[in-house]
């Protein structure tokens, strides 16, 4: 008679042995941490948290500011050759001075001599200005004297103040004062003007959006097409 013996599973037959667990990759390896570095963690996070907005509320301000105070150093800029400039003085030859109104319109104004008096005022010598719109026309003035008050943007002219407008017509006064920023000029002197429609002599004269709108002061004397009024 035969007997058959049956295989054993493995630690079948070493007491106390019980049934193998399948190992985790790893399960014997790994740290749990420590409270400190649980602590660091979360004020990690917690300052992250904090900056974040910071650093968010800094950009949008950098870009919504950036054009402004681009802008703002666009609008005024004194050019002048180095050699010109008199230190000791403020004064300065063959000045030049560009900027651009509220509507954006370029703006220039020269002078033979320019003395720097304050931060704000600047006295020209032989002053010269012009402005460009957006039709293509131009806006001429000269003065044999005038002031220039650089942040407000305004331009005092006087001694024989000429202006002229490309379509013909000219303005012939004592006084007038430009405001650049809004594109006006005024004067309260006598006005002589002359242009296509023919003569005039008022007791002074206000000229609004770059000079395209002129108004007179009266009474006056008007002569159109040789008829006196």
């Not at 704000?120 to 402005?131: F, H, Q, S, Y």
């Not at 005038?146 to 407008?165: C, E, K």
């Not at 309260?188 to 242009?195: F, L």
């Amino acid at each position: 008679m035969s007997v058959t013996r049956m295989p054993t599973a493995p630690g079948a037959g070493t007491p106390g042995a019980g049934p193998r667990r399948p190992r985790m990759l790893g399960a014997g390896t790994r740290t749990p941490p420590t409270a400190a570095a649980i602590a660091r963690r979360r004020w990690i996070v917690a300052l992250t948290k904090r900056l974040l907005p910071l650093v968010a509320v800094a950009l949008l301000a950098t870009v919504a500011l950036w054009p402004e105070y681009h802008r703002d150093a666009e609008q005024g800029r004194v050019a002048y050759r180095r050699s010109s400039l008199i230190p000791e003085s403020g004064q300065l030859s063959d000045a030049r001075y560009h900027g651009v109104d509220e509507h954006g319109r370029p703006y220039t104004i020269t002078a033979t001599v320019a003395h720097q008096l304050s931060p704000e005022r600047i006295d020209l010598t032989k002053p010269a200005g012009d402005v460009s719109l957006p039709s293509g026309t131009w806006l001429m003035v000269r003065a044999q004297q005038g002031v220039y008050l650089q942040h407000a943007q305004q331009l005092d002219l006087s001694g024989r103040v000429f202006l002229y407008r490309d379509d013909g017509t000219s303005l012939s006064t004592d006084s007038a004062a430009l405001d650049l920023k809004a594109g006006a000029a005024a004067g309260a002197a006598m006005t002589h003007a002359e242009g296509p429609f023919g003569t005039l002599d008022a007791q002074g004269f206000t000229a609004t959006d770059g000079g395209t709108v002129i108004r007179f002061a009266g009474p006056g004397r008007l002569l159109l097409n040789g008829k006196q009024k």
